[in-house]
């Protein structure tokens, strides 16, 4: 499966970097950029669900690491750039890539402006009200458009949604909750993944009754104990939650067509040819 540049968003930072940059910050750009490239160029992910994906993951704690220095020492590149922030959905979206490029399946990736709702209205005038929002990763196997107030708007029908952050509080996951509800008004089939780096909440209470469908602690700690001595990004984490959207995915695909076609099964809402 070839990579698109506008889901590189890593990359295309960098090389946005590298062509504003001035002074001093024409070297570092240029280092940063080799830095990049020889990061990716050690990428290596298992082509099966069985294999390992522990020697990408050590590279990616090792350039993660080197970008947040980078960000620390450097305005230049400092976090509000999203310059260390957009590293992880980029590993991701290499790796999803690889394993559907594996299986013969070419989904399609949405991220910038993404449609995660879609509403009629209920006046006189008609009309349906679209709402966009920015996603780290959205993956879905078909194309849409709909024609609103005369024109065109194109979207990917999501499978999986992931918000990918770097940690998460109360209030930021109550957030998130409420998006993926309003995702599933509009596309109940949906899965909604968060996969975070840390959490800062309390793990007393069950958060099964909401409507994220999985939250992946990619450093395995809550936020305070990371502060102390931070664990390193965790292969298995990576590589299950990676094949839990594979999975999610793979299994939309099979999922019979219109509800007569699954009356014979006697299942009506999700039944797999």
């Known amino acids: 499966m070839d990579l698109v540049n506008g889901f590189l968003n890593h990359k295309m930072n960098i090389e946005q970097k590298c062509r504003v940059a001035s002074g001093a910050n024409i070297q570092l750009s240029s280092e940063v950029k080799k830095r990049y490239n020889q990061f990716v160029d050690g990428l290596e992910f298992p082509h099966d669900g069985t294999g390992t994906a522990g020697t990408s993951v050590d ?5 993660l690491d080197y970008a947040k220095e980078i960000e620390k020492s450097h305005t230049f590149f400092n976090w509000r750039s ?22 013969k399946i070419n989904p399609h990736f949405s991220t910038k402006e993404s449609v995660v709702e879609a509403t009629f209205s209920v006046s006189e005038s008609g009309g349906m009200d679209v709402r966009r929002k920015d996603q780290d990763l959205s993956v879905g ?17 999501p499978v999986v949604c992931c918000e990918m952050k770097t940690n998460i509080d109360i209030n930021k996951l109550n957030g998130l909750d ?25 793990l007393s209470n ?5 409507y994220i469908d999985e939250i992946f602690v990619l450093r395995k700690q809550v936020r305070s104990a990371a502060r102390r001595s931070k664990e390193p990004l965790q292969a298995d984490v990576i590589q299950e939650s990676v094949e839990e959207i594979v999975e999610t995915v793979v299994s939309a695909a099979k999922v019979s067509g219109h509800v007569y076609d699954r009356l014979k ?7 797999q040819s």
């Open 206 to 210: 069950n958060y099964a009754a909401g």
């Open 141 to 157: 196997l078909r194309r849409e458009t709909l024609r609103i107030n005369g024109s065109d708007v194109p979207f990917v029908v």
């Open 59 to 63: 590279l990616l704690n090792q350039y």
């Open 178 to 202: 409420f998006s993926a509800e309003r995702l599933k008004r509009s596309f109940p089939g949906a899965t909604y993944f968060l996969i975070t780096e840390t959490i800062d909440f309390s």
């Open 82 to 103: 999203n310059f260390a922030g957009s590293i992880v959905p980029e590993f991701y979206y290499r790796y999803l890539s690889s394993r559907f490029s594996d299986l």
């Open 265 to 271: 099964s006697g299942r009506l809402i999700q039944i």
